[in-house]
Each structure stands twice: as structure tokens, then as C-alpha cells.
């Protein structure tokens, strides 16, 4: 994934042609999922929760997220 400075967020290319997003905030959280904003796409982000502990992030550049693509099963 990629820092989107004009999103302000981790994005990754969708197949659908948009962004999977996930912000530093969500990662601080501890959110593991970037979902798609324009279909039913979503991944589940891998990373280190220590890298965006609110302490240690500042100033300091954040680690690598890996990413694996799921689909999104509707609820009726």
C-alpha cells in the first residue's frame, strides 16, 4: 500500500478501478480492513500495530502493510 498524502490514507489499486483506503487513524485503532469505496472489494491489511502507536509515529515513517484481496459477501 501506498501513503495517498491528498486522501490521507493507505491506498491499493481495486480491480474495479478505484482505491482500497485505510487511514493511520483506523490502523491506530486497530481496523484491519480497507475496503472499497465503489464496490464490495475489501482486504485485510497485515502490518505491525506498533509502527502507528501514536508515540512512536510521529516524525518516524511507517511500516509495511501487506495486503490479500476477499470478496465481500452481501447480508440479506
Same mark, same amino acid.
Given at each position: 500500500?501506498?501513503w495517498?498524502?491528498? #486522501?490521507?490514507?493507505? !491506498?491499493?489499486?481495486?480491480?474495479?478501478?478505484d #482505491? $482500497?483506503?485505510?487511514?493511520? +487513524?483506523d #490502523? =491506530?485503532?486497530? +481496523? +484491519?480492513?480497507? =475496503?472499497?469505496?465503489?464496490?464490495?472489494l475489501?482486504? !485485510?491489511?497485515?502490518?505491525?500495530?506498533?509502527? $502507528?502507536?501514536?508515540?512512536?509515529?510521529?516524525?518516524?515513517?511507517?511500516?509495511?502493510?501487506?495486503?490479500?484481496?476477499?470478496q465481500?459477501?452481501?447480508?440479506?
Amino acid at each position: 500500500m501506498e501513503w495517498n498524502e491528498e #486522501l490521507q490514507s493507505f !491506498t491499493y489499486p481495486c480491480p474495479c478501478g478505484d #482505491l $482500497f483506503q485505510i487511514t493511520k +487513524e483506523d #490502523l =491506530r485503532i486497530g +481496523e +484491519e480492513i480497507a =475496503r472499497c469505496p465503489s464496490c464490495s472489494l475489501y482486504i !485485510t491489511v497485515i502490518y505491525n500495530p506498533e509502527d $502507528f502507536d501514536e508515540d512512536k509515529s510521529k516524525g518516524k515513517k511507517q511500516g509495511n502493510i501487506i495486503q490479500q484481496p476477499q470478496q465481500q459477501i452481501p447480508v440479506a
